[in-house]
């Protein structure tokens, strides 16, 4: 089974690709504006489109603290910083990705209202009531401690505070075969149906939980993405072998076949920390 860290270090958006597409495009890596790395750095599903209306739904504005969980290359955390004006701290278990998104986010002078730090989300390395948002994008499913992790994001969360975040929900025609191939090959710790996310949020003191059902539009970004991964294959041999690119493909073309099959889909969730008396 490749473990999170191997899969996240050896994943086909990285600073190299990136900066080889900055490039290709005509970018100067020493003259970067914010909006030079939307296009490139947003690895979740949607892109910029997925950021604001999951900012919509977490109703960010300029007064916000918000803590970006799995925070990856650190795309959404500079996109909501330029676009929305608030304060955002990105965390992140792979220290080469939290290094690479702190290097993307100096440059383009983004560095005063965007920081990263390498922590794990189950023991998050934040006092309590530290933000009034926390967000998240297709990364939970990594993370098997499911209690824990809401403890820990409704422990950061300022009373009044606000979680949402997005992730892969599985159908109870998802079979064992296939919870196991999407763990061995994409390091999918844990994938739930929604009736069980909406339980643990209720376990961690998180009310008002609403969700929305992304599956139909993520299953059209799917086929885009199985694509975009292929046009890489050059970029990803090079700097982790053919074996291994070939093992991730393998991986996410089951993953694309079960999407495809409705046996699993997209949602966003939103619940509150109750506001104290």
């Known amino acids: 089974m490749v473990d999170i860290l191997t899969y996240y270090n050896q994943h086909p958006i990285n600073e190299s690709t990136i900066n080889d597409a900055l490039l290709r495009a005509g970018s100067s890596l020493e003259n970067l504006a914010p909006e030079d790395l939307f296009a490139h750095d947003q690895d979740h599903y949607g892109?910029?489109?997925?950021v604001d209306a999951l900012a919509k739904s977490a109703a960010i504005d300029a007064s916000d603290r918000v803590l970006d969980v799995c925070s990856?290359?650190?795309?959404?955390?500079?996109?909501?910083?330029?676009?929305?004006?608030?304060?955002?701290?990105?965390?992140?278990?792979?220290?080469?990705?939290?290094?690479?998104?702190?290097?993307?986010?100096?440059?383009?002078g983004l560095d005063g209202k965007v920081s990263f730090v390498c922590g794990d989300a189950t023991s998050m390395p934040f006092e309590n009531q530290s933000f009034t948002r926390v967000i998240s994008q297709e990364a939970f499913l990594h993370i098997g401690d499911k209690e824990a992790l809401f403890e820990n994001c409704q422990r950061?969360?300022?009373?009044?505070?606000?979680?949402?975040f997005t992730d892969w929900v599985a159908s109870p025609r998802l079979t064992e075969s296939e919870r196991s191939i999407l763990g061995k090959g994409m390091a999918a710790a844990a994938i739930h149906q929604k009736d069980e996310y909406v339980s643990y949020l209720s376990a961690a003191d998180l009310a008002g939980v609403e969700v929305e059902d992304l599956s139909v539009w993520w299953r059209d970004i799917l086929r885009k993405r199985l694509e975009m991964y292929r046009e890489k294959s050059q970029d990803s041999e090079r700097l982790f072998g053919a074996a291994r690119y070939r093992e991730f493909m393998d991986a996410y073309e089951i993953f694309v076949s079960v999407i495809e099959e409705g046996k699993l889909g997209g949602a966003r969730f939103t619940a509150f920390r109750l506001a104290q008396c």
């Open 156 to 164: 950061v969360l300022a009373p009044g505070g606000r979680l949402t």
């Open 47 to 50: 892109g910029l489109e997925a």
């Open 72 to 108: 990856g290359m650190g795309g959404p955390a500079r996109y909501l910083a330029s676009r929305y004006g608030c304060r955002v701290m990105g965390l992140d278990l792979n220290r080469s990705r939290a290094l690479s998104a702190a290097r993307f986010t100096a440059l383009v």
